[in-house]
């Protein structure tokens, strides 16, 4: 499904985060969300998921107008993320973490399927987790899957992160310093569920300060500024337009 931002504002009484910042992306496409702090970029995804509203503008997926539509109606409509810090179950395991993303389809047969151990619920639980072991080996958690996520190291902790916003296949993928603390095996292996997911059509929306990590991975790149568009392009592009060098790359 393609993401469209259009004219995003969002002011906080006489401060201004964001000022009419418009994007667009498609299916299987990444787009990097780069910029200096402060400039807005946390702001657009919490706007983008439902977690804060616009003060003015328009969000849409597939062209449909979600701008009033609530966070969890986003998710299960495909639209999930990570966080800049991050946000886990501390006293869940690893696995149980990943779990959760799936629990909101249900079982099947509601309260009589569980007393009586429907064949049917047990049928999707054994589904579910399965696919959560197939995550988790893909990214690495194999090992740690019975730990209390809160024991984990921030590297391990944000791939927790992206298995929990990925084993449920999303729509739109938005990833918030996703490589901040992993080692490089972590990041390599991070790097290849974004090629994963871009292959599945998935819209991935990427806010990294590694520079070198958005522009190998990234079809296009908007540079956020004060809260303002300040550039959009090819990664080339990018790497020499002047107000981004002086403004961000040096």
């Given at each position: 499904?393609?993401?469209?931002?259009?004219?995003v504002?969002?002011?906080?009484?006489?401060?201004?985060?964001?000022?009419d910042?418009?994007?667009?992306?498609?299916?299987?496409?990444?787009?990097g969300?780069?910029?200096?702090?402060?400039?807005?970029k946390?702001t657009?995804?919490?706007?983008?998921?439902?977690?804060?509203?616009?003060?003015?503008?328009?969000?849409?997926?597939a062209?449909?107008?979600?701008?009033?539509?609530?966070?969890?109606?986003?998710?299960?409509?495909?639209?999930?993320?990570?966080?800049?810090?991050?946000?886990?179950?501390?006293?869940l395991?690893?696995?149980?973490?990943?779990?959760?993303?799936?629990?909101?389809?249900g079982?099947?047969?509601?309260?009589?399927?569980?007393?009586?151990g429907?064949?049917?619920?047990?049928?999707?639980?054994?589904?579910?987790?399965?696919?959560?072991?197939?995550?988790?080996?893909?990214?690495?958690?194999?090992?740690?899957?019975?730990?209390?996520?809160?024991?984990?190291?921030?590297?391990q902790?944000?791939?927790v992160?992206?298995?929990?916003?990925v084993?449920?296949?999303?729509?739109?993928?938005?990833?918030d310093?996703?490589?901040?603390?992993?080692?490089?095996?972590?990041?390599?292996?991070f790097?290849?569920?974004?090629?994963?997911?871009?292959?599945?059509?998935?819209?991935?929306?990427?806010?990294?300060?590694?520079?070198?990590f958005?522009?190998?991975?990234?079809?296009?790149?908007?540079?956020?500024?004060?809260?303002?568009?300040?550039?959009?392009?090819?990664?080339?592009?990018?790497?020499?337009?002047p107000?981004v060098?002086?403004?961000?790359?040096?």
């Amino acid at each position: 499904m393609t993401l469209a931002v259009e004219a995003v504002s969002k002011h906080y009484g006489g401060i201004t985060a964001l000022t009419d910042v418009s994007l667009a992306v498609a299916p299987g496409e990444v787009c990097g969300l780069i910029g200096p702090n402060g400039a807005g970029k946390t702001t657009l995804f919490d706007i983008i998921s439902g977690v804060q509203a616009p003060t003015s503008g328009t969000v849409r997926l597939a062209g449909r107008d979600i701008t009033s539509a609530p966070p969890e109606r986003r998710a299960r409509d495909g639209i999930r993320r990570t966080f800049q810090r991050t946000q886990l179950y501390g006293h869940l395991s690893v696995e149980d973490n990943i779990l959760t993303a799936t629990e909101w389809r249900g079982g099947g047969g509601g309260l009589l399927a569980d007393l009586v151990g429907s064949p049917t619920r047990s049928r999707r639980e054994r589904e579910r987790r399965r696919r959560v072991a197939a995550v988790m080996e893909a990214v690495g958690l194999i090992e740690v899957r019975a730990l209390p996520a809160g024991a984990l190291p921030v590297g391990q902790a944000r791939l927790v992160e992206l298995a929990r916003a990925v084993v449920d296949q999303p729509s739109v993928l938005l990833l918030d310093e996703p490589t901040s603390g992993l080692s490089d095996r972590e990041a390599e292996r991070f790097a290849a569920q974004i090629a994963r997911l871009r292959a599945d059509d998935v819209a991935i929306v990427l806010v990294e300060h590694d520079v070198g990590f958005v522009m190998d991975r990234c079809d296009r790149v908007v540079v956020l500024d004060l809260g303002e568009v300040l550039a959009e392009g090819t990664p080339e592009e990018i790497r020499s337009h002047p107000a981004v060098r002086a403004a961000y790359l040096g």
